[in-house]
């Protein structure tokens, strides 16, 4: 019993610390992994997971090694937001892998891809020629940014002189048959409102709703447990 109690103490202890590190380190570690970030993740990782499964190792040791791998990657990320020089070497550089509609196969070959694996990143994209794009650029996350050539370029409303309107970001009100109580408040509206716009649905309880969202000047756009 006591063996079940230490490994359990050890995976709380390893999860709070990974957590912690992982808030301290930014959502870019997420969004942005580039081959130090897969490295560091990778040892992390490592250093949690053989630690929870050594029996000789204390929960201070884990904390220790957890925290101290943590600090370096901290202090390393620091250094590569304040000395320019460093980033090429800790995070990599774009390479432009198609320029002024022509492949650069030298590029293509130095960032390791072959044409098929070249044309299934610009399929992701939305584009299937490369005789439709004018500038391809692998981002050293690994992922293909296109700029298409004008001619396959999609039109944008001041193309057309179109009058331009504001863009609102819509806003749930509920979710899972509970209300967004901050949300609602942000709207400048209370719960009554939110009632008398569900009524004028057919909707009689919030817990029969599964997703609300209000734009403005928009209707109230609702999804119930049962549409």
Request: hydrophobic share 45%.
């Amino acid at each position: 019993m006591e063996h079940y109690m230490t490994v359990a103490v050890e995976l709380a202890a390893g999860l709070l610390l990974l957590f912690i590190i992982t808030k301290v380190l930014g959502k870019t570690q997420f969004s942005q992994i580039t081959p130090f970030d897969f490295i560091s993740a990778l040892v992390l990782g490592e250093l949690v997971g053989n630690a929870i499964y050594d029996h000789e190792v204390a929960v201070q040791e884990i904390l220790f090694s957890t925290i101290i791998w943590g600090v370096m990657i901290y202090f390393i990320e620091l250094v590569t937001q304040k000395i320019k020089w460093t980033r090429k070497l800790l995070e990599g550089e774009p390479n432009i892998v198609v320029r002024k509609g022509l492949l650069q196969y030298k590029v293509l070959k130095k960032c390791k891809l072959d044409i098929n694996q070249l044309m299934g990143l610009i399929r992701q994209q939305g584009y299937f020629s490369l005789e439709e794009i004018e500038y391809a650029i692998i981002e050293t996350n690994g992922i293909i940014t296109v700029l298409p050539k004008p001619a396959f370029d999609v039109p944008k409303t001041v193309d057309f002189n179109f009058p331009l309107r504001s863009v609102d970001l819509p806003i749930i009100l509920i979710e899972d048959g509970e209300i967004v109580k901050d949300n609602l408040i942000e709207i400048g509206q209370d719960e009554n409102w939110l009632l008398n716009q569900l009524e004028q649905k057919n909707v009689a309880r919030i817990k029969d709703v599964l997703y609300a969202e209000w734009k403005k000047d928009r209707p109230l756009y609702i999804l119930t447990y049962t549409t």
